[in-house]
């Protein structure tokens, strides 16, 4: 034994070492739990306290090293609960929201909800119901949170993702209006009205400029676009897609 250390003479031995190398060799080298720390987890303390002032207490070296990896693994487990809840909100927000659109009295009543009332039960600050389009032709349906955009903008914003998710963004106002001013950050999922319908996309913006990230998932994004989707084509009666 040496320094603490508990060394089986029979493990020496099997190795061609002396017990007597073994302690020589640690005199020789100090540092050699700094060196390597995880040697703690598999070294045997003593099982008494020892006195002298040049020994020290591995004992209590391998409770504070225990007692970090606990409070780590406890930071680590509370960022998990915190996330798992967030994660449930979200869900249970978005089903409120497409239960909500399932109450609508009209095609006009539908669009409210989505670009109106959902900004509350989101905890969003503005929704923008999207459309590409000539916007002299569809004057008419650019009113209340439908914005007309050029052709080619959202193959553009989107690419060929479904949605995506935008931190600390410059909002234009052609996709956010007089509101584009507050969004921080925005996330952005295509529509599907249908084969002959013109391409559409639903814009979320927040003022928190970390509301929406570009790591965050979409799913349940676009699960809530897909049900809106589904919802104008049973309204205005389009043809389903291919």
Not at 5 to 24: F, H, K, Q
Not at 99 to 121: C, K, P, R, V
Not at 137 to 143: D, F, L, P
Request: glycine letters at 8%; a negative charge.
């Amino acid at each position: 034994m040496a320094d603490g250390i508990t060394i089986p003479l029979s493990a020496a031995t099997a190795a061609g070492l002396a017990e007597a190398d073994v302690i020589e060799w640690l005199k020789q080298h100090p540092d050699l739990l700094t060196r390597h720390p995880d040697l703690c987890e598999i070294l045997l303390p003593p099982t008494a306290p020892r006195g002298g002032d040049n020994v020290v207490d591995l004992q209590r070296f391998m409770v504070q090293r225990l007692q970090g990896e606990l409070h780590r693994v406890s930071h680590v487990g509370n960022e998990l609960l915190d996330a798992s809840r967030q994660n449930l909100s979200a869900t249970q927000r978005v089903h409120a929201a497409v239960l909500m659109l399932l109450e609508a009295g009209s095609f006009e009543h539908m669009i409210h909800m989505a670009t109106q009332d959902w900004t509350d039960l989101l905890e969003v600050d503005v929704i923008s119901l999207c459309v590409e389009g000539d916007p002299e032709k569809m004057k008419e349906i650019a009113t209340g949170g439908v914005f007309v955009l050029p052709n080619g903008a959202i193959e553009t914003l989107l690419g060929a993702l479904p949605a995506v998710a935008r931190d600390k963004c410059d909002a234009a106002d052609w996709l956010y209006g007089p509101a584009a001013t507050l969004v921080k950050s925005d996330a952005l999922a295509r529509l599907d009205f249908g084969p002959n319908a013109p391409h559409a996309m639903l814009a979320l913006g927040s003022r928190e400029a970390d509301k929406f990230q570009p790591h965050q998932g979409t799913e349940l994004l676009q699960f809530l676009t897909g049900v809106l989707g589904r919802s104008v084509r049973a309204w205005l009666d389009l043809p389903r897609p291919a």
